[in-house]
């Protein structure tokens, strides 16, 4: 069982910046692959980026170059870094963990999600 609490969310004006943070109870984060996704309003959920139990990162096109993904496993504690912020950026942010290996841009793959933290970009 692992619990997820999102923080840093905000209100922000366009081509700044945000640290979100996602803090995992439990002793196993370490094994798990994390998932970030946004959902703004009136549209799905969608995908922003992974970081596996090894390190590896990806990340959705739209994020490219401005997002970074990253995790302190002796926190327990993934981060997602959000730098020249796009009014589109504007949604609410979820990170999520798996213990499955495949297809870790799909939702339906996540066992444990956080609360959310809402993101807002001004223009």
């Known amino acids: 069982q692992v619990q997820l609490v999102e923080s840093g969310g905000g209100l922000v004006q366009a081509g700044g910046s945000l640290r979100l943070s996602c803090a995992a109870s439990g002793r196993t984060f370490s094994a798990y692959n994390m998932g970030w996704f946004r959902q703004a309003p009136g549209k799905e959920r969608e995908i922003v980026g992974t970081?596996?139990?090894?390190?590896?990162?990806r990340y959705a096109d739209s994020v490219k170059g401005r997002f970074t993904i990253s995790r302190d496993n002796a926190k327990n504690t993934a981060y997602l870094q959000m730098n020249s912020l796009k009014p589109e950026d504007t949604a609410v942010y979820y990170c999520a963990a798996t213990p499955k290996s495949f297809n870790l841009g799909v939702a339906g793959q996540y066992d444990y999600w956080g609360q959310g933290t809402q993101v807002t970009v001004s223009s």
């Open positions: 970081i596996s139990w090894s390190g590896t990162i």
